[in-house]
Each structure stands twice: as structure tokens, then as C-alpha cells.
């Protein structure tokens, strides 16, 4: 009875062992994410820019694409995984401002002004959770940003496209997966830097 009872408790214990243990995500695990994030704040710097400082007198639309991406990331270690972010960027805004055509006559032009960013960094994830769907980490990268100024306009007289003077790219995250299934989950990441203050996608792991 004794020897019964004791190995009745060591099983008990073991099972909440490896419950209170298991983790959605562990050493050897490849995790893949695709998203979108928002909002961009960088349209209404646009407008500042290009309106406020007297480009333009009247908005007539703001464009923004993105931040849209993907990571790739390998789990070196139960908590730790090391991978590769990248995103894109595209906002613009649209409007007419005043000018002088080559007769000297004053005419309304259609501008349209923006940038295009992209970001491929390396970053560092920490994995807290202890929950065998969830999966919550907290997260730091820099690297590589390429940001390119442009315009489309049918003033022949305005150029303003430029290259940006930052190529660094940083992020600083906290976010979390909640899997579905076994090897498919909704991601929610909140960030500074690196592409969106909120993003939300798809993860993957195997």
C-alpha cells in the first residue's frame, strides 16, 4: 500500500512538473511571423513637411503602406532565439500648390510627395511564458534602414527626392503568440521603432 501510494505520488508530481514546464516554443524551433503594422505616424509629419513650411496649400489625400514584414528566428535555447526582421514602408501625401509655368502665368499643380523605408535587422527575443499555447517574449534589434525621399509632380520646376541621413534601424518589443494549433498562432507585438507601434500577423513553428 505504502509502495503504491508513494508511486501514485511521484506521477502526480512528475505530470505537474512537466506541465507548469511546458512552453509553446523550445530549443530547436525555427518560428516564422508575417504582419502588418500601424499606425504610421510619419503621414502627419509629411504634412508638416511638405504643407506647413509652404510646399503646398492643399491636402488632398494621405497614402501609407505598411509597416508590412516578416521575421524568421531559431530558438538557440529554450528562452532564447535569435533572428532576422524585415519590414517596408511606403507613405505619401497628395496635393496642389501654387506656382509660375514657364509663360509666367500662376497655376495650380497636383504634387504628390513621400518616402519609401525599408528595414532588415538582426534581433534578440527573450521567451517568459511557461504556457504550452502562448508563447510571450520580449524583444531588441538594430540594423540596416534605407529610407528614399521621392516625388510625382506635374510642376516640372519641383525635385525633392533625397536619400535619408539614418541608415540605423532599432526596435525595442514586447509581444506575444497564442497558438491555435500545435505549429500555427496569432502574433501581437507593441514596439518602438523598427516598423509600427502595433503590428499583428501569422506565426509559424516547427
Do not use: C
Amino acid at each position: 500500500m505504502t509502495a503504491s501510494i508513494t508511486l501514485g505520488g511521484t506521477s502526480i508530481f512528475a505530470f505537474n512538473s512537466s506541465s507548469i514546464n511546458a512552453q509553446a516554443v523550445q530549443q530547436g524551433n525555427f518560428i516564422f511571423n508575417v504582419y502588418y503594422g500601424g499606425p504610421n505616424l510619419t503621414a502627419s509629419i509629411l504634412e508638416t513637411t511638405f504643407v506647413n513650411a509652404g510646399a503646398g496649400d492643399e491636402v488632398d489625400r494621405i497614402n501609407s503602406l505598411g509597416p508590412i514584414g516578416g521575421s524568421v528566428s531559431y530558438m538557440i535555447a529554450d528562452k532564447i532565439s535569435l533572428g532576422v526582421d524585415a519590414n517596408y514602408t511606403d507613405v505619401s501625401i497628395s496635393f496642389t500648390s501654387q506656382s509660375v509655368d514657364t509663360a509666367g502665368n500662376s497655376t495650380l499643380f497636383n504634387t504628390k510627395a513621400g518616402f519609401r523605408t525599408i528595414r532588415v535587422f538582426p534581433r534578440f527575443d527573450y521567451h517568459f511564458s511557461n504556457s504550452d499555447q502562448f508563447d510571450g517574449y520580449f524583444g531588441v534589434g538594430a540594423g540596416f534602414r534605407n529610407r528614399t525621399y521621392y516625388t510625382e509632380s506635374d510642376d516640372p520646376d519641383y525635385d525633392a527626392s533625397s536619400e535619408g541621413i539614418n541608415p540605423i534601424a532599432f526596435r525595442l518589443a514586447v509581444g506575444g503568440t497564442y497558438y491555435l494549433m500545435e505549429n500555427f498562432g496569432i502574433n501581437l507585438e507593441l514596439g518602438l521603432g523598427g516598423g509600427g507601434l502595433l503590428r499583428g500577423g501569422l506565426a509559424l513553428q516547427f
